[in-house]
């Protein structure tokens, strides 16, 4: 049976922007909504030729990629040569991103030692949340990374469900997930490295084995519980100014019955934009991940996700020709007309403006 791929979405009218940016060609205006992966501990040509060019919006690493801190620091360095390139007119640092939540979910060794869990159960847990926040700004921004993909916000259900399986949860209570979160988040920003709210609206509801990077996954939570639990925590991250928000590959049918959340308008543009009031920039999972195999190429996922209003699209295989793939697609999808101008351009300004904030 032939692979299922939907129509195209136009993509929504955000915010008035100008017709193009200026200096750009289309493949890189395409290539800043990218995170580019790579496998092992050397990086690809290919990546560096399209960083040189202003094709890349930034570097996502893995466990695979670093051996030691003076070697991810090496590595580092030589992606940063290649961004200070004469022939790539975006003069901002690379977006260079890591997950590195709390203890069993770190990429570099040290902080912060405490998983989630750990922080919402310790005897002062805004301290701990805040000294956690600290140590993963000083962490990263020792090796030269700017950006990590946490904290998580998902407030978890049941002991051992997929969150709370490996801690990645604060607390079952909202308030408390909300508090921490935003305490964790203050610090690290304040620490010059931009904190991700993951996974909007939330996957605290999934059980054990609901993985949206194995498998499509469907949370069949009431509208009254999301807005007052799994979305609560996001008021509190976006007063606190988080950078960035990442949106779940899971489906919520109280909010969208026929689409994952980060392919969904109405998730990005109605429930966080325009309910939450989040102007920051919306980064996608794993954009390879199971949860979406109905939906085609790589290019087509792109394409659907920038529709929906995604603005960086996170392509985590490890894979540089993913990356390359991922821009094809926005870049095809910008040239049909499929992708609104004015909202891509948009999209666009946002990652743009996001880059230029961080330290050089």
Not at 31 to 37: A, D, L, P
Not at 82 to 91: L, Q, Y
Request: proline share 6%.
């Amino acid at each position: 049976m032939p692979e299922l791929q939907p129509p195209l979405l136009k993509e929504t009218h955000i915010t008035a922007a100008p017709a193009r940016q200026p200096g750009l060609t289309a493949a890189q205006r395409a290539g800043q909504r990218v995170i580019y992966s790579y496998p092992g501990l050397t990086v690809p040509g290919r990546l560096l030729w399209l960083i040189r060019h202003g094709e890349a919006a930034g570097v996502i690493f893995f466990g695979a990629n670093i051996s030691s801190e003076s070697q991810i620091s090496g590595v580092i360095r030589q992606l940063e040569r290649a961004d200070t390139a004469s022939t790539n007119p975006v003069h901002s640092p690379l977006l260079l991103m890591t997950d590195q939540e709390g203890g069993e979910v770190r990429r570099l060794p040290g902080q912060p030692d405490l998983s989630e869990k750990q922080i919402g159960q310790a005897k002062n847990p805004g301290a701990a949340a805040t000294a956690a926040g600290r140590g993963a700004a000083a962490n990263l921004l020792g090796v030269g990374m700017n950006v990590n993909l946490a904290p998580v916000l998902d407030v978890y259900r049941q002991a051992g469900d997929f969150d709370d399986q490996f801690q990645r949860s604060y607390s079952k209570n909202p308030h408390v997930a909300s508090r921490l979160g935003a305490d964790f988040i203050r610090a690290q920003q304040k620490g010059r490295v931009a904190a991700t709210a993951k996974h909007f609206p939330g996957l605290g509801a999934a059980g054990k084995n609901q993985d949206t990077d194995a498998e499509p996954v469907t949370l069949n939570v009431s509208l009254n519980s999301l807005h007052g639990i799994d979305e609560y925590p996001y008021k509190a991250a976006i007063a606190a100014g988080v950078k960035l928000v990442m949106v779940s590959w899971a489906v919520y049918p109280a909010l969208d019955r026929s689409r994952p959340a980060g392919l969904s308008s109405h998730i990005i543009q109605t429930q966080l934009r325009t309910r939450l009031g989040f102007k920051g920039v919306t980064i996608t999972d794993a954009i390879e991940a199971g949860a979406l195999r109905a939906y085609g190429s790589i290019a087509n996922r792109a394409q659907l996700a920038a529709g929906a209003g995604m603005d960086l699209i996170l392509c985590a295989a490890q894979n540089v020709a993913e990356g390359v793939n991922c821009r094809n697609g926005l870049q095809s999808g910008y040239a049909s007309g499929q992708l609104n101008h004015a909202a891509y351009q948009a999209a666009l300004n946002r990652v743009l403006h996001l880059r230029a904030s961080l330290p050089k």
